[in-house]
């Protein structure tokens, strides 16, 4: 039986049984919550992966991108959700495609958005489920909660469309400093979406699906009362961020980078053979702290800078690292590390026991 300790690196390696235990813990706090469940497959863009959360109980998937739900749609997925301002040259055409064969749902928080997807869907007479993004406070996409119902009037008086919910994004619980104001921002997501939704549904427009969306809130905000559904994405592998905010254990890290020592130059630096286009460059957050844990062997010594191909590793005193050395890194950021490579490794223990094409890799557009 192949073992991980076989593989050239680097490679990215999917610890199942952590895996499955993320899947169906928060499988268990939505039906716990009484809300649904819509994955974000983003994270990590396999169609496996997305088997496990909808043999866990998700009730349909959520995808960023028109071309990722394409993907998702041509491997058997019938509830897709487009939770992403959808706009520009295509995209309602591969939209109507897109509609006649699974139950989709988009995003929209603009009027402009909005009347282009209803220009292209009346015209052949078929409708459009949409859903308006509200931000409460990550100041990214969304209309303001106090813009919410004039765009709400705008986009169900258009034809070819269907207004069935607002939803949210808390990217803002990334820059807290502590666990307790991460789920302050959840809960705070959660109620201003709620009143958004009441205030949408007092006028008499439909808005009956509220859903959530981001990993560390997930569960302050499905829990708040008023909230249909929830759309985390990150939890199926965490990542050394999640660790960071409290959102997950070391233990609960699915993903990890195998990567190999190969240059020693220094008593204080080593470097391995997995850069920015391996482990990307995104930051540690809330605090930024190097780009990545290592955690076998559990070493202090961080990678303190990346370049493409070398990750160059700060050698804490007492510590140190070998030409050869075999680490395993928890990465700063899972969901850009799937988005980098061909195949995710399925091992459990040591046991190499499969890989996961990445099938949505690239999936941007
Ligand atoms: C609209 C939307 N929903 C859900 C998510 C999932 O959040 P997380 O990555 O924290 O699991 C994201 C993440 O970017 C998002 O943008």
């Known amino acids: 039986m192949a073992t991980f300790d076989d593989l050239e690196t680097p490679a990215v390696l999917v610890d199942l049984d952590v895996l499955e235990r993320n899947v169906s813990g928060v499988a268990a706090w939505a039906r716990q919550a009484g809300v649904r469940l819509r994955p974000h497959v983003k994270s990590?863009?396999?169609?496996?992966?997305?088997?496990?959360?909808?043999?866990?109980?998700?009730?349909?998937?959520?995808?960023?991108?028109?071309?990722?739900?394409?993907?998702?749609?041509?491997?058997?997925?019938?509830?897709?959700?487009?939770?992403?301002?959808?706009?520009?040259?295509?995209?309602?055409?591969?939209?109507?495609?897109?509609?006649?064969?699974?139950?989709?749902?988009?995003?929209?928080?603009?009027?402009?958005?909005?009347?282009?997807?209803?220009?292209?869907?009346?015209?052949?007479?078929?409708?459009?489920?949409?859903?308006?993004?509200?931000?409460?406070?990550?100041?990214?996409?969304?209309?303001?909660?106090?813009?919410?119902?004039?765009?709400a009037r705008g986009v169900a008086g258009l034809p070819g469309l269907d207004l069935t919910g607002v939803f949210t994004h808390a990217g803002q619980c990334y820059h807290q400093a502590c666990w307790e104001d991460v789920c302050h921002a959840g809960r705070h997501e959660a109620e201003a979406l709620v009143a958004v939704a009441e205030a949408l549904r007092a006028a008499g427009?439909?808005?009956?699906?509220?859903?959530?969306?981001?990993?560390?809130?997930?569960?302050?905000?499905?829990?708040?009362?008023?909230?249909?559904?929830?759309?985390?994405g990150t939890y199926v592998f965490y990542d050394a961020t999640q660790v960071s905010l409290g959102a997950c254990g070391l233990e609960d890290c699915a993903m990890t980078v195998l990567a190999t020592v190969v240059s020693a130059p220094a008593p204080d630096r080593a470097v391995v053979d997995a850069g920015s286009k391996t482990l990307s460059s995104d930051p540690l957050r809330p605090t930024p702290d190097g780009y990545g844990l290592v955690v076998e062997p559990a070493r202090r010594s961080r990678l303190q800078r990346l370049s493409e191909e070398h990750g160059v590793i700060g050698v804490e005193p007492g510590e140190c690292f070998r030409v050869g050395d075999r680490l395993r890194i928890v990465p700063n950021h899972a969901c850009v590390v799937s988005n980098l490579h061909d195949r995710l490794f399925a091992v459990r223990g040591r046991e190499v026991v499969g890989a996961l094409p990445v099938r949505a890799r690239g999936c941007v557009r």
């Open 44 to 151: 990590h863009k396999t169609v496996e992966i997305a088997r496990l959360q909808v043999q866990a109980g998700a009730d349909g998937l959520t995808v960023a991108k028109v071309s990722e739900a394409e993907v998702y749609a041509q491997a058997g997925f019938a509830d897709l959700f487009v939770a992403y301002p959808v706009a520009g040259r295509g995209k309602p055409e591969r939209l109507l495609a897109l509609s006649d064969r699974v139950r989709l749902t988009v995003g929209v928080d603009s009027s402009e958005g909005a009347a282009a997807l209803s220009q292209a869907f009346a015209a052949t007479g078929r409708r459009l489920r949409v859903r308006l993004k509200v931000d409460v406070g990550f100041h990214r996409a969304g209309v303001s909660p106090e813009g919410a119902l004039e765009l």
């Open 205 to 232: 427009l439909g808005a009956g699906e509220c859903s959530v969306g981001a990993t560390p809130t997930a569960r302050s905000a499905m829990f708040v009362p008023g909230v249909t559904e929830a759309r985390p």
